[in-house]
């Protein structure tokens, strides 16, 4: 059977937790397949808010499996906290929750590196979540890196030293001022791993095989969105892995012939956390007011994310890339009264009117074309029917199909599993 995929479009936190939960009942096995604590999904249903950073969102569901695949980048610790409040919640994650041998884990020094190489940076700096992703991805291109797999070995704590040893000289290189206790750091993180063996690591390239054979259902969740992709993204700009569907291909072990659906999803409008350019970025009310509204702040950092009107130009871009063929509106309740929407539907670039991302995106290369359109006043929020949705929405929506030559499935109007809109 075909594994089903969902991807972020933007530069991540469209909703792509909140979308895999409402869809997890579909499916028999929910798989991650990059990225790592940098994530923070956003669950909402009972009353309750869940933020998941390494575990698949399909976890509250009991007959879904869910799958951290060899994408993936682990931290032990995060992961310890993450298993911790699930347990917290009356979550048996014991029998359905597997991790990959070849998924590599973040040590305490990757952690530092990311942080001294930030620093580094000063005003150049990527605004990393400083999770450590990009130096355990460097670690695995560049063949050191420790993997899942390896913590089962006798000596694994040898090969941890070596490379904890290796990145102190590292960080003593980048000659800036990071005070650390590397002793107080270890003993948290083998408390990590010493939890994290006690979950089922598997062979997971073979298990998804072999689910596959036997017609199982999987959803692959990404991580992060589209434009912070490592090779399709704002380069440098972006995080350590492939964001898009090639992603799930290397991030699992599904061929490429194997791929069923590409859900993608995007905000209604667009959000940034962290560095880098973003044409159609707002500074005035109306970015303020997306910013209040969706309330607007990392779900892994706390940081407040920068705001904008919806830019085509890059959506469609990532729905080339990603070959998506079914679209996912988030947050349109947000938009809810606003008197005019703009739509960015083309680029000024260096003087000339442009429809396809462009190598150089920032300010100076690029200003946006916008499209005006009506608002909508009424409250979304209560909303459970297509036929409910405002005349200027239905609208805002037709134009973006057409556009986009997409049809989008799904409206969310709310942070609630219950606040869901299929059409
Ligand atoms: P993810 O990283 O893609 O899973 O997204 P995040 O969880 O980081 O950010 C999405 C935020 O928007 C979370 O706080 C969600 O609870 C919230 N959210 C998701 N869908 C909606 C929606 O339709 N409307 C509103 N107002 N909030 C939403
Ligand atoms: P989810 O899965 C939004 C951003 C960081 C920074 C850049 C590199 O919740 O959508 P990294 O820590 O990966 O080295 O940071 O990428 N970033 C995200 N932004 N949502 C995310 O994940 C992100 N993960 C990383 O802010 O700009
Ligand atoms: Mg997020």
Redesign the pocket.
Known sequence: MAVDLLL?LQW???????IVDVLTSKYNIIARFQGGPN??????FNGK?H?LHTIP?GIFHEDAINLVGNGVVIDPVIFKKELDKLTEQGVDYKKNLLISRKAHVILPTHRLLDAASETSKGKAKIGSTLKGIGPTYMDKTGRNGIRVGDLEMNDWKEKYRALANKHEAMIDFYNVDIQYDLDELEAEFFEGVEQLKTLQFIDSEEYVFQAQKAEKSILAEG?QGSLLDIDFGTYPFVTSSNTTAAGACTGLGIAPNKIGDVFG?FKAYTTRVGSGPFPTELFDEDGATMAK???EF??TTGRPRRCGWLDLVALKYACQVNGVTQLMM?????LSGFETLKVCTAYNYKGKTITHLPYNIEEENVSPIYSEMAGWKADL?SMSEASQLPKALNEYIDFLEKELEIPIKIV????DRK?TIFR
């Open positions: 972020g991540g936190d469209e909703g792509k937790g909140k994530a923070g999904h956003t669950l909402v808010k933020v969102s991580a999803i509204v969706g309330n990392g779900a988030m947050k349109a309740d947000v929020t969310s109007v709310g942070p606040q």
